[in-house]
């Protein structure tokens, strides 16, 4: 398997996962789980440790794996709800990171950046525009841009279309276990973050490179 060092040269791009790698949200998806699940007597068993459930896959499958009880409709109608939820919780407690914000400007100066994320649009972009970073890149995807969601490859085949580079001048940096191996199997070349999962877990996800703080990017791109 050839090293950074060794593909560094090629890449051109640079393609982030938004939640818990741009900026520390996936806590927040969580509390928003939590308000509405209060609000209709449910309670979530599946979480274990500092994990969060449901992280990288898309919202209906996480309600459908842990109320498999409910009615569709019933799973559609608290899907919305905490989307509702969600979205004023950012508003509440998303601010500026300045620390994020210089590292993508360093980045910025060698790479085209953009954001790939299975999380709906709306949302992304009230958190991108909160954090100041949506100016920063190229454009940003979100779950209604593409059919299929990590862990399959479309967001990040689509990325790779819109910026005008084949797959393995790209990287990308994710977060969870779905995450890496929709970026590997796109064709990518995949750092993985430590901010969702502990390190053998990503690595045995194929994640090339494993890292513990977003600010390590900076000395490694």
């Not at 520390?24 to 789980?33: Q, T």
């Not at 100066?109 to 790939?116: D, F, I, Q, S």
């Not at 949302?123 to 299929?148: C, N, P, R, Y």
């Not at 990308?172 to 995949?190: F, I, N, Q």
């Amino acid at each position: 398997m050839a090293t950074f060092k060794e593909i560094k040269p090629r890449i051109s791009a640079v393609v982030f996962d938004v939640d818990n790698v741009l900026v520390m949200s996936e806590h927040l998806h969580y509390e928003s789980w939590c308000r509405v699940f209060a609000k209709h007597g449910l309670k979530d068993e599946t979480k274990t440790g500092d994990l969060y459930p449901g992280i990288g896959i898309p919202d209906m499958d996480y309600l459908k794996m842990t109320f498999p009880s409910l009615k569709p409709k019933e799973l559609v109608n608290i899907m919305h709800e905490k989307w509702d939820a969600y979205l004023d919780i950012i508003k509440e407690k998303i601010k500026p990171d300045s620390r994020t914000n210089a590292i993508l400007d360093n980045l910025k100066l060698r790479y085209k950046l953009c954001a790939a994320s299975s999380t709906n649009r709306d949302a992304v972009e009230l958190v991108l525009t909160s954090t100041g970073i949506l100016q920063k890149l190229e454009f940003m995807l979100g779950k209604e841009d593409v059919k299929k969601h990590k862990p399959e490859p479309d967001v990040y085949l689509l990325a790779s279309k819109k910026l005008g580079l084949p797959p393995y001048k790209c990287v990308a940096v994710e977060d969870s276990l779905a995450g890496v191996e929709s970026a590997k199997t796109a064709g990518m070349y995949c750092i993985a973050i430590t901010t969702s999962f502990p390190r053998k877990r990503l690595e045995t996800a194929r994640a090339d490179i494993v890292i513990d703080k977003f600010e390590e990017l900076k000395q490694l791109l």
